[in-house]
C-alpha cells in the first residue's frame, strides 16, 4: 500500500505561480508513474499531468500545456507540479495519484491510488 500527502496548494492572483509537492511514504514509487488530477466544483475530477517512471517521459491536458511541469525526485519519492501563468479556471482541488503498475510511462498512465488533494484558488 502507498499513502500520498499532497502540499503547496493556497490562495493566488491570475497570472502567478504555485508549486506543488506530492510525498509518498509506505512503499517506494521510484518504478511507478505519477500524475496529477484537479477537481473543480461540480465538475469531474479531470487528468492535468503525468511524468513516467524514470522522469523522462511526460504528458500533460491540453489546457495546461505550456503553463504547468510535472517533475519527480526519485531519492526523495516525491513528484511535483510547477503551475505558472495561473487562470481562474485553474481553481480546484488537486489531487496526486500514482499507476499500481510498475515501468510504466506517462503514456499509459492509470491511476490506483490516490491523495486526499489540496485546496488551489486563483482570483481574477
Known amino acids: 500500500q502507498v499513502q500520498l500527502v499532497e502540499s503547496g496548494g493556497g490562495l493566488v492572483q491570475a497570472g502567478g505561480s504555485l508549486r506543488l509537492s506530492c510525498a509518498t511514504s509506505g512503499r517506494t514509487t521510484t518504478s511507478y508513474a505519477m500524475a496529477w488530477f484537479r477537481q473543480a466544483p461540480g465538475r469531474d475530477r479531470e487528468f492535468v499531468a503525468a511524468?513516467?517512471?524514470?522522469?523522462?517521459?511526460?504528458r500533460y491536458a491540453d489546457s495546461v500545456k505550456g503553463r504547468f511541469t510535472i517533475s519527480r525526485d526519485g531519492t526523495k519519492n516525491t513528484v511535483y507540479l510547477q503551475m505558472n501563468s495561473l487562470k481562474p479556471e485553474d481553481t480546484a482541488v488537486y489531487y496526486c495519484a500514482v499507476d499500481g503498475r510498475p515501468l510504466t510511462i506517462a503514456a499509459n498512465f492509470i491511476p490506483n491510488y490516490w491523495g486526499q488533494g489540496t485546496q488551489v484558488t486563483v482570483s481574477s
Open positions: 511524468v513516467g517512471w524514470r522522469g523522462f517521459s511526460t
